[in-house]
């Protein structure tokens, strides 16, 4: 029994020693093609390979795609694929113009507790369409004696119905009741949330 318990443990540590050298060659093999790359990038090479069309055939072949010649058409001219053409113009084909340009993401909407006094002082306040539709489709929430409207809209909408609560804070002449300036300050702050 002890015989064959040494003959596992010879063979752990070898295949161990194999595998531990199998790395170190790699590891070392790795870093000889990292250098040659960075030998040859210093010298200017980019690596890769190289472009069937070069220099002025490539200032050529972009002009007359300019022109209007097809790229099939150039192909043909200059006796190389499709390939090398579309390789050579790729900055001027309209799906490379395209996915240049940025589009902005549409805004989502965004679902917001609305304190229920504040609610209360906006449905008795002129709205805009889109404030009010806001307003009209929020879901109440009952605590206690309280409630909350879960209010669904975009960012921008919400910041124009806190502008639109500005008179909780306190009006000229108009002193403000704690409960309300409170209950706008808890809204002001989740909106601010949202923003920062």
Known sequence: MTTGAACTGELLSTVKFMVQTLAAAGELQRELTYDGLRAAEAKGNKGGRRPVLAGDTVTDVRAAYLEGQSITALGREYSVSRG???TAVADLLPE???AAEPVPAPE???TLDMPGKV???LRTT???PAQQAALDQGATVRHGQGYTLRVTAVLAVHHQLLARCQPLDGAQGVPAV???RKARREYE???SALTG
């Open 84 to 86: 090398a053409i579309r």
């Open 96 to 98: 490379h113009v395209a």
């Open 108 to 110: 989502l909407p965004v």
């Open 119 to 121: 609610a209360d002082f």
């Open 126 to 128: 002129e709205l805009e």
């Open 178 to 180: 704690p409960a309300q």
């Open 189 to 191: 702050n989740r909106v």
